[in-house]
């Protein structure tokens, strides 16, 4: 790559902010949409119909135009959807509530990226909302943060959690803990997707989420076969389970705070107990990968979510695991190729023992 290659890459970069709401407007204003029910409007009709100018109009749809997402007819001056006619109704919104989020969690957060990553902590949320803390605790104060970031997250849920308890292996009457369960739903769909005589599993998390996950276990009347326990992951993990899993959750932090939590389960566990894992995970060699993941996952973590954290290929986990006193016994993650359209995150599934 030339050097003059290279700041024409730059200049890519420059434009991203201004793309990526470019695209938000097209959706939020309902030129997409409008266009979808009625193709050849011309800018006068879209105006008329979303309550704009026709010239604001010609101005957001000169980039669908250029990318070949939005047609234009020079002769009647109308519009119609050009490749984006052929993308599904559902998989658009998908990637919507990803850019939703986006939008409402990270794009203003991000400005104070250099600070948060200076102070280990987040910025952004500090300026913007008086909050000194992560995401996870601020979502439960704030409801535009709760809103658009609790939407995306229950999607990847209903997506990633059946194809978790698809591979991996909970023995028959075995005590399960779900590490960091928050509410009880992991408790519940673990339950249910691994029933067997004497199963029982319970959810660890922070003593103010006991009310809640309660009313969920009686919800789904699972309530005789899960129960909680209140505490914090960094003083203890509870002891008498045959099975823990920690599903959403190292990512959350560095190295350091990875150990910590992985040597208080090994701890906790009997020799031959297992941790099933559930993370997203690195491509192996990311100059070779094509996934917008390094793209995304550095600046929502350091900048938007916890102020440390991130994604690490499945071999730095596997590795991790075995300094903790484990055997890996099983990984597996998700094929890029079949993920859902619209989506980028790759998630990855490590299973061990307890070794002596």
């Known amino acids: 790559m030339t050097a003059e290659s290279t700041l024409a890459r730059f200049t890519e970069y420059m434009a991203g902010p201004a793309r990526f709401m470019n695209m938000v407007s097209l959706h939020e204003l309902g030129l997409i949409s409008t266009l979808r029910e009625s193709p050849g409007m011309t800018a006068a009709q879209l105006a008329g119909a979303i309550g704009a100018s026709p010239d604001a109009v010609e101005q957001l749809l000169l980039l669908p135009v250029k990318e070949g997402l939005v047609g234009y007819d020079e002769g009647s001056g109308g519009y119609a959807l050009d490749r984006l006619a052929e993308v599904p109704e559902n998989d658009l919104q998908r990637v919507f509530t990803l850019m939703n989020m986006i939008k409402v969690v990270m794009l203003r957060q991000v400005f104070y990226l250099s600070d948060s990553v200076r102070t280990g902590s987040l910025v952004g949320l500090k300026e913007l909302y008086g909050f000194d803390g992560n995401l996870y605790a601020a979502v439960a104060e704030h409801k535009d943060l709760r809103e658009s970031w609790a939407t995306l997250m229950d999607n990847v849920t209903a997506h990633i959690d059946p194809w978790f308890f698809d591979n991996i292996d909970i023995p028959s009457g075995a005590r399960v ?72 959750f190292l990512d959350m932090f560095d190295k350091a705070e990875v150990f910590r939590i992985l040597k208080g389960v090994n701890r906790s566990l009997e020799v031959g107990g297992q941790v099933n894992i559930l993370v997203p995970v690195y491509p192996e060699y990311p100059r070779e990968s094509s996934a917008v993941d390094v793209d995304f996952f550095p600046a929502f973590f350091l900048g938007c979510t916890m102020g440390q954290g991130g994604p690490q290929k499945m071999s730095a986990y596997r590795g991790w695991l075995e300094e903790c006193g484990f055997e890996v016994t099983r990984t597996v993650a998700q094929d890029p190729a079949k993920l859902l359209p619209g989506t980028f995150v790759v998630h990855g599934i490590l299973s061990a023992t307890k070794v002596a």
Do not use: M, W
């Open 177 to 248: 803990l779900d590490l960091a369960g928050n509410t009880g739903l992991g408790a519940v769909l673990t339950y249910r997707s691994k029933t067997s005589p004497g199963l029982h599993v319970t959810t660890f998390d922070l003593p103010e989420k006991e009310a809640e996950c309660l009313e969920n276990f009686k919800a789904h009347g699972v309530e005789e076969h899960c129960s909680f326990i209140g505490g914090d992951v960094f003083d203890g993990v509870p002891e008498g389970f045959d099975v823990v899993q920690i599903k959403h």
